[in-house]
């Protein structure tokens, strides 16, 4: 039997060892659909409800697994759809394939229905490698340059392939002139190592320095050994951008947190206070939370050399394999003996966990969204994946949950948009089908996209070893993310038409599409709600009340941003006197004496 293109692309995808494919159909992509039918459903296609969470699916799917992952979608409105899911990988450097279907080749330039310039469309975002197959002989080289960029790159790719030729005979390439042949799939493995030279002034740079400071990023998750054996050495406190939040546990003494708007007061105080910086595999943007410019000498680490130098005046850059670089690092630097500056950032350390735990336990109106994380804390399994969405939720995520070694998190770092919390769990889940993801999610996210896929996982769960995915939404009814930065950034009052979000139940709404959910509005039903949820068999949603005057405090809350948040509450912001009173509780937790012996909660 003659085999089709639509096969042979589906065989490819086998040889590559891809074993899911998200998406959703479209007579764009009938000749893959249907091949996906001859071929026992081998990869599987797992069916989003909308093509930017089959993006976004792949995205959490190769964020968890280390793989490509893939993505496919019928011409013009479904590869549309496809993009913000895309951008998203592309911004954080994720290997995503692209298969997009395209108008009859017969019909192009005509105006035809659903007819878009693909090539235009996907230009930026597959800047990496894009392609159309006009003929079946470039599929091999097609397909595989796909796979090979995306790897070797880290970046969404893209394979346009005409509605006809789909359903046309495969002929392979011949060894004939213009004919490009392809080497079947093969390990992509490399490790790249800075020149020996540079590593030795970056130990020199380092051993000269008495106040170390790291700052880790997702680039770092291969060395987190590493990582900690120069902190040992140096004594340094190590702190996290978002996109690294996993890359080192909490449960460490001189991990100081998150860094930025969304950073703790360690990681403030130790970029403040360092006179040597070493990043290691991250590209966190915001310089203003690094040291002050010529008070720190600084060493880079990064696999990227076009990423590399570009955030703060780095003495030295080391354009290779995290961990391999720093196994060359590590013997090449002495232990330091004084060790006050190491025992000063513990005390800082242990000091914000119990100001995280206190403001964690303040009462709101009803509920403290930092207590559902803190209590979520308590419970995680050793083996999560934990999932947040942008938005005020994302403050939590970053703030109040605690890693342990082994555990799992990301959310859209770079993009930051909203809607990759629940497509991201699924994606975690058929990366981890044995592992248990938790979907940290705002309402805003939930009525955008959040509540389609439920269905999703509905559909799905059955095929999950460990069928446990929990979506907990941050129940508020605000944009509340916005509604802060309108205050602190602007001295806006929140502006209802914009902010205010329709109130419904999401539990309910769970409950309707057949799914376990518990409504929750009083604080202490919430440790109970999580391990109700933690021992199901099944998917369950947390529809939890929380006051969205709670407020998202800086490290370091600048004189501007208090000054623009009273100007907010003084122009008639509607819950002004409110917001006033839980920001000033909140922040009134950073001054309690520290419980010096108390171990760490």
Not at 193 to 218: F, H, M, N, T
Not at 335 to 340: E, F, G, L, P, V
Not at 399 to 419: E, N
Not at 587 to 594: I, L, R, T
Request: proline share 7%; aromatic share 8%.
């Amino acid at each position: 039997m003659t085999q089709q293109v639509g096969d042979h692309v589906l065989q490819r995808l086998r040889e590559w060892g891809v074993k899911h494919v998200f998406g959703y159909p479209g007579d764009g992509i009938n000749g893959l659909v249907a091949a996906f039918g001859r071929a026992d459903n081998k990869p599987r296609f797992i069916q989003a409800r909308h093509e930017e969470m089959a993006a976004f699916q792949a995205t959490g799917f190769a964020k968890f697994s280390g793989q490509v992952g893939v993505c496919t979608a019928t011409s013009g409105p479904g590869a549309i759809h496809l993009l913000n899911g895309l951008y998203d990988a592309k911004l954080d450097h994720v290997p995503v394939v692209a298969i997009v279907g395209q108008t009859a080749r017969s019909a192009m330039g005509g105006s035809y229905q659903q007819e878009v310039d693909l090539q235009s469309l996907f230009k930026d975002v597959a800047s990496d490698y894009l392609v159309e197959v006009n003929v079946s002989s470039q599929l091999p080289n097609a397909l595989d340059r796909a796979f090979r960029t995306a790897m070797t790159r880290r970046a969404p790719t893209a394979v346009i392939i005409p509605a006809d030729l789909q359903e046309e005979p495969y002929e392979p390439p011949e060894h004939a002139f213009k004919q490009v042949p392809s080497s079947p799939p093969h390990s992509m493995t490399a490790t790249v190592i800075a020149p020996y030279g540079e590593i030795e002034r970056a130990a020199e740079i380092i051993d000269a320095g008495s106040k170390v400071a790291i700052l880790v990023g997702q680039g770092a998750r291969s060395a987190a050994r590493e990582v900690v054996q120069i902190a040992e050495l140096t004594g340094a406190g190590v702190a996290k951008a978002l996109l690294g939040k996993d890359v080192l546990p909490d449960d460490l003494p001189f991990v100081t947190g998150p860094i930025g708007l969304l950073g703790s007061r360690p990681s403030y105080e130790l970029m403040r206070d360092c006179d040597t910086l070493l990043i290691v595999g991250s590209n966190f943007p915001y310089t203003q939370f690094m040291p002050e410019f010529g008070q720190a000498r600084a060493v880079q680490i990064d696999i990227d050399g076009t990423m590399i130098g570009m955030r703060y005046p780095t003495e030295v850059n080391l354009v290779g394999d995290a961990k391999a670089t720093l196994a060359e690092l590590i013997p090449l630097l002495r232990r330091k003996q004084d060790r006050s500056w190491r025992e000063r950032i513990e005390r800082n350390v242990a000091r914000w966990w119990e100001t995280i735990e206190r403001q964690a336990m303040l009462r709101a109106q009803p509920v403290n969204p930092m207590r559902v994380v803190w209590e979520l804390s308590q419970q995680l399994p050793d083996n999560a994946i934990v999932t947040a969405d942008s938005g005020s939720s994302t403050n939590w995520y970053a703030r109040c949950l605690r890693f342990r070694a082994g555990m799992r998190g990301s959310l859209s770092g770079t993009l930051a948009t909203m809607g990759p919390g629940v497509p991201y769990a699924i994606g975690a889940k058929f990366a981890h089908p044995d592992r248990p993801a938790i979907a940290l999610v705002g309402d805003g996210s939930m009525q955008m996209n959040g509540l389609a896929e439920l269905l999703t996982a509905v559909r799905y769960y059955p095929q999950w070893a460990d069928p446990r995915l929990i979506v907990c939404v941050f129940h508020n009814n605000d944009l509340n993310q916005v509604t802060w930065e309108l205050r602190a950034m602007g001295g806006a009052p929140k502006f209802e038409e914009s902010q205010a979000l329709p109130d419904t139940s999401y539990a309910d709404l769970a409950r309707c599409m057949g799914l376990p959910a518990l409504a929750i509005d009083d604080p202490e039903q919430i440790g109970d709600a999580w391990t109700q949820a933690l021992a199901a068999d099944r998917p369950v949603l947390l529809d939890i009340r929380c006051d969205p005057e709670v407020p998202p405090i800086p490290p370091h809350a600048t004189y501007e941003e208090m000054k623009d948040t009273a100007e907010a509450i003084m122009r008639g912001d509607p819950e002004g006197w409110h917001l006033m009173v839980q920001g000033a509780k909140t922040k009134a937790q950073e001054f309690v004496p520290h419980r010096a012996g108390r171990p760490s909660p």
